[in-house]
């Protein structure tokens, strides 16, 4: 038997028993799309996380006051606890030359009024570097001016659900606004960002460090966010950083500069956990679908014992019978598995279509994993029964034995 | 030509050991006629499996044309069988999914036959069984004798020399049963041996010889006008006189058949 002929012969006993077929087809589709779709949402998870962090700037030291640490114990050192200034802020800037750019940020909520609207909205307190710090962009207008951070002023760069919201199609820009019981006048409105790090970016207002603290009474800064030079120089930073705040702070290490890889490494550990539980749960539906195909192959040579006497009967070799099967099995499982694939693609990209937050995409690991597993089983389990019904004796065989 | 000597089949089943066919020794000359006959569990199926190289015997040899096929290894077996014999079962044994053209082109499309030689042979083989309308049937769109002469264009479409029927009318009525052995007949008068296990009185008595089994040997061999055709299949008493239990083919119409 050519090739040709052999694989003829193996369509049409396929054909033959649609129903059959077309289950196993289904058993091996169903398990390889799981694997590819269960490893998107992992993935896109993973992905999407990173990102939110990637968005915040590449080489930014976020310092916060208390000392905690990313792995979320409680400071068990509390005692007096210093608050992190504008003063701090400046030292750091002047002193540490690795540092690129510096923004120190206060927040708070207050109600923001135009005429006779209102919104209550977050209000961010810092100087014109954020702009670069957090990679923001402006829709119109000017941010915020380059004033000595401890000099208040009333003007403030609102967000674009905060312009909609206030002052509809008018144009915002000189008009002036209500924050808490004072006055500041649009400078600017910021472009669309979204969500950035769990704060809207388009539903805040941003004002002067030293106004927002005015505004809130504050003495102590949010947090400082400063970019380094490169990405190699984050660790150094760091180590400088915090002596310089270890120094004016009588000595006493109470702040916390986290890095971005330091926050990263965590979320990367849960989510990492999380993509492998999602894998595992992929990897049982996967096995479940070999189980199947071992099953219904074994039941189609054993039901078909009687067709292996019969070529046998007719002059065909061992060999021959093996390799019908063989053709049967890889055609089966070949076609499942994409099946699969088309259905898990599918079903991510419509994923991450409805969802463009999350980048729902199968790892090209999972996907080979997905389609060596099902033609793998389908594959053994399709020999296996078929090469012990070609070494049955022909009577054996005819006899359906 | 077909030489049994001295042939046994015993099977295991669990501890015991059952001796289907023991000491068999049976010469077929080429275009014999031959029916083997007897109670069930006699061994005439056994008998037929070991002559058309499905089963390999116990002990003894056997010679097909001059060569050993007893101990031959199955890879070729399957090519002797492919060769030189055709089977013709009880029930037909016909690939369902395939037209009856497909059925017959299976041996050929197995023994690696060319594509334009095999559409000839099929043409043929079907035109000799009366069935050359019926090429594109499956085999549920046709009655058990056309069924059962698809089998047989299928059995003879390699050109064997030997054609070993396992109760070919078994699952026919009278008159289809009767037009399938006047055709296997037509073609042993061609020169094929025909080989015919029935317990069929009437089937039997039709053969040139007829080779009577008990509990797996030869109690008698020779011409059925020797032999009362109304006679019972049970058939151990009266005939056993006519022939030794090692069986010889002392027949008057086979010695015109030897070679």
Redesign the interface.
């Known amino acids: ?2 090739p040709l ?1 052999t694989l003829r ?1 193996s369509w ?2 396929l ?2 028993h649609r129903l059959r077929s077309g289950l196993t087809l289904l058993g091996v589709a169903i398990g390889v799309a799981a694997v590819v779709l269960l490893t998107a949402l992992g993935e896109g998870a993973r992905l999407y996380v990173t990102g939110e962090f990637t968005s915040l700037g590449s080489n930014l030291v976020i310092v916060l006051p208390g000392r905690t640490e990313t792995s979320g114990n409680a400071p068990i050192m509390g005692g007096t606890q210093r608050d992190l200034t504008l003063q701090d802020a400046e030292a750091i800037e002047r002193r540490c030359r690795r540092v690129r750019r510096l923004a120190p940020l206060t927040l708070g909520s207050a109600q923001v009024g135009f005429g006779d609207r209102r919104r209550e909205v977050t209000v961010l307190g810092s100087t014109p570097e954020l702009l670069e710090v957090r990679h923001l962009t402006l829709g119109v207008g000017r941010f915020l001016p380059a004033i000595d951070p401890d000099r208040a002023a009333p003007v403030a760069v609102i967000g674009r659900t905060v312009q909609s919201e206030l002052f509809g199609a008018e144009n915002p820009l000189g008009r002036p606004i209500r924050i808490g019981d004072r006055r500041f006048r649009v400078v600017g409105v910021l472009a669309a960002k979204g969500h950035s790090l769990g704060l809207n970016m388009d539903d805040v207002v941003i004002v002067p460090v030293a106004s927002c603290m005015q505004l809130f009474n504050q003495r102590s800064l949010f947090r400082i966010l400063i970019e380094v030079g490169a990405h190699d120089e984050i660790a150094p930073a760091r180590e400088e950083i915090l002596k310089i705040l270890t120094l004016r702070h009588d000595n006493v290490e109470d702040v916390t500069v986290l890095t971005q890889d330091s926050v990263l490494s965590a979320f990367d550990r849960i989510l990492g956990a999380l993509t492998l539980a999602l894998g595992g749960i992929a990897a049982i539906s996967l096995s479940v679908a070999g189980i199947g195909i071992m099953n219904v192959m074994l039941v189609a040579v054993s039901e078909r014992t ?2 292996i006497g ?11 019978i093996l390799r019908v099967f063989l053709v049967e099995a890889v055609i089966l499982s070949a076609s499942g598995g994409l099946l699969g694939l088309l259905v898990g693609y599918a079903g991510a990209g419509t994923l991450a279509h409805l969802y463009p937050d999350l980048p729902a995409a199968p790892p090209g690991w999972a996907v080979g994993a997905a389609l060596a597993v099902s033609l793998g089983a389908g594959i053994l389990f399709g020999v296996l029964p078929a090469r012990r019904a070609a ?1 049955l ?3 054996a065989a ?1 006899a359906g034995r | 030509m077909i030489e049994l000597r001295d042939l046994s089949r015993e099977y295991q089943v669990g501890d015991q050991t059952v001796r289907a066919l023991q000491h068999v020794t049976l010469t077929i000359p080429k275009g014999d006629y031959l029916a083997i006959m007897g109670p069930s569990g006699s061994g005439k199926s056994t008998l037929l ?1 070991l002559l ?1 190289c ?3 015997p116990t002990s003894g040899s056997y010679l097909l044309d001059g060569e050993d096929v007893g101990s031959l290894p ?2 070729d077996l ?2 002797v ?3 030189k014999i055709g ?1 013709v ?1 009880q029930f037909f ?1 016909l ?4 037209t009856a053209a497909a059925n017959v082109e ?2 050929l ?4 036959m060319r594509p334009s030689e095999r559409r000839r042979r099929v043409a043929a083989a079907l035109q000799a069984v009366g069935l050359s309308d019926r090429a594109d049937h499956r085999p549920d769109q046709l009655s058990g004798g056309q069924r059962q002469r698809v089998a047989i264009a ?1 059995a003879t479409v ?1 050109g064997p020399s030997i054609l070993l029927a396992d109760e070919p009318t078994g699952n026919l009525d009278r008159a289809s049963g009767r037009e399938i052995i006047e055709l296997i007949e037509t073609m042993n008068r061609g020169g094929l041996t025909l080989v015919v296990v029935t317990h069929d009185p009437e089937i039997g008595g039709r053969a040139r010889r007829i080779v009577r089994l008990v509990d797996g040997r030869v109690v008698s061999d020779g011409p059925p006008d020797r032999v009362p055709a109304a006679e019972a299949p049970r058939g151990s008493g009266a005939p056993a006189l006519s022939g030794t239990p090692a069986g010889h083919p002392n027949t008057r119409t086979g010695s015109q058949g030897a070679e």
């Open positions: 038997m050519t002929e012969f049409g006993a054909r033959g009687s067709e019969l070529l046998k009967a007719l002059g065909a070799a061992p060999g021959a070494r004796e022909p009577v005819l | 499996h058309g499905l089963d390999h199955e890879g399957a090519e069988r492919s060769r089977f079962f044994h690939v369902p999914r395939l299976l041996p499309t197995l023994a690696g299928r390699t």
